[in-house]
């Protein structure tokens, strides 16, 4: 006889379909399951009668960690983890007590639900539930039946293959499957908030590219490393995320030597975004993102965004724009970003910082400012010598 094994069960109830073509949003979240996984061994994921299953191939899987890294796909609302038996009533009548042990020991009212997909098995959806849960009060005295708002739902599924038996749902990470809207390009620095954005967005089904602006040597490696650091974890939700690295030393160079002090801050974020939105067209991106929130320092109030706005030509995303830093800070915690981002490495923003920055700036200041420099020559030079990193 086999080993009893588990597997996970997730149902189109849980899937996040909104909108989308239901095959196409299925392949892409099988796709970004299994590219997930594929670190922890070999595994089979299909899709049968409107639930996805992901089965692992080998003995030695650790299915805490197959749990950890699915809780964290876009995509998928809830999902179950469940034990395979065979389709025999006296083997899941062995099974489901010693497999749920824990949460029934742990609750005072339960209630079994049974779903009966193969129509061949020779007990009816209610004489199932009846079967379990006689034997379930007879090992558990502790617990009573509650129909209606039971602790632990007990629940036993006969398919084609095999009979499974679940119980506690476990909380997806929400959202839509990364690769499923597009590609956008998200500004990253070392910060706290643009890691928090390129989370937001992923969660959205966007794809990321990552263009990181650079300063050496007034910003370190240890700058990049961390850059690098960030992106792994947000990596854990969005899949695999491809890093620009832009030297910006000279750009930033030239407008120290060319431009007014108060404006150095918000000329160079509008050189950011101009590369950026170069990079996006060869990445075939469809929009740019930021880390951005209103009024959180002198380069994002109302007059400076819309000055570093009116460059771009493509959609600017800016997902943080209305929130507080400390929620901010929760999501970056929750995330496993915020320990890193307060790593003291400097970033180019902080080189050549004016003493005292323009807030309520307007674009045909910088226009007038930005004639000393050679705009459009800067950007087809930072963006041929751009470095690739993948994380
Ligand atoms: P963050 O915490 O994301 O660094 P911040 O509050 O420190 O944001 P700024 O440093 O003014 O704000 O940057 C605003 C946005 O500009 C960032 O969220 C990010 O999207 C982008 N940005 C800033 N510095 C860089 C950089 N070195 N490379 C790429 N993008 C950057
Ligand atoms: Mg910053």
Redesign the pocket.
């Known amino acids: 006889m086999e080993q009893p094994r588990e597997i996970l069960l997730i149902k189109n109830g849980e899937l996040a379909l909104k909108g989308l073509n239901r095959s196409t949003f299925e392949a892409i979240l099988m796709k970004n399951i299994r590219f997930r996984l594929r670190p922890l061994g070999k595994f089979s994921v299909s899709s049968a009668q409107s639930t996805l299953m992901v089965e692992p191939l080998e003995e030695s899987i650790d299915f805490d960690q197959v749990c950890d890294r699915v809780s964290r796909v876009f995509g998928i609302s809830a999902f179950s983890r469940a034990l395979t038996v065979e389709k025999d009533m006296n083997r899941i009548l062995d099974s489901a007590g010693p497999y749920l042990r824990q949460e029934l020991e742990n609750a005072a009212t339960f209630k079994v639900e049974s779903k009966r997909a193969d129509k061949s098995f020779p007990f009816r959806s209610p004489d199932i539930s009846a079967m379990v849960g006689e034997r379930l009060l007879n090992d558990f005295p502790h617990l009573k039946v509650d129909v209606h708002h039971p602790d632990v739902l007990v629940t036993v599924e006969i398919r084609d293959a095999y009979a499974y038996i679940h119980a506690a749902q476990i909380p997806g990470a929400g959202g839509m499957p990364v690769g499923t809207a597009g590609k956008a390009v998200?500004?990253?620095?070392?910060?706290?908030?643009?890691?928090v954005?390129s989370y937001m967005m992923a969660k959205r089904g966007v794809e990321l590219t990552a263009?990181?602006?650079?300063s050496p040597p007034y910003t370190s490696e240890r700058a990049e490393m961390k850059v690098i650091s960030l992106l792994k974890q947000v990596g854990r939700y969005a899949g695999r995320i491809e890093l620009l690295i832009v030297p910006?030393t000279h750009i930033q160079e030239q407008i120290r030597d060319n431009c007014p002090e108060e404006l150095f801050?918000l000329v160079m974020?509008r050189m950011?975004m101009r590369i950026a939105q170069r990079l996006a067209r060869q990445a075939e991106a469809l929009a740019l993102?930021?880390?951005?929130?209103v009024g959180?320092?002198a380069?994002?109030t109302m007059h400076a965004i819309a000055c570093t706005d009116a460059v771009a030509d493509m959609p600017v995303f800016r997902p943080l724009i209305g929130m507080d830093k400390e929620e901010i800070v929760q999501i970056a915690r929750r995330i496993g970003t915020f320990d890193i981002?307060i790593q003291p490495y400097e970033?180019?923003?902080t080189v050549f910082t004016p003493r005292h920055p323009r807030t309520r700036p307007f674009p045909e200041m910088l226009e007038q400012a930005e004639q000393a420099l050679p705009v459009e020559q800067l950007v087809d030079l930072a963006a041929a010598q751009v470095r690739r990193v993948y994380i």
């Open positions: 998200v500004l990253i620095s070392g910060g706290i908030d643009s890691p954005a263009v990181h602006f650079a910006f801050t974020r950011m993102v930021t880390g951005e929130s959180q320092v380069s994002q981002s970033d180019c923003c």
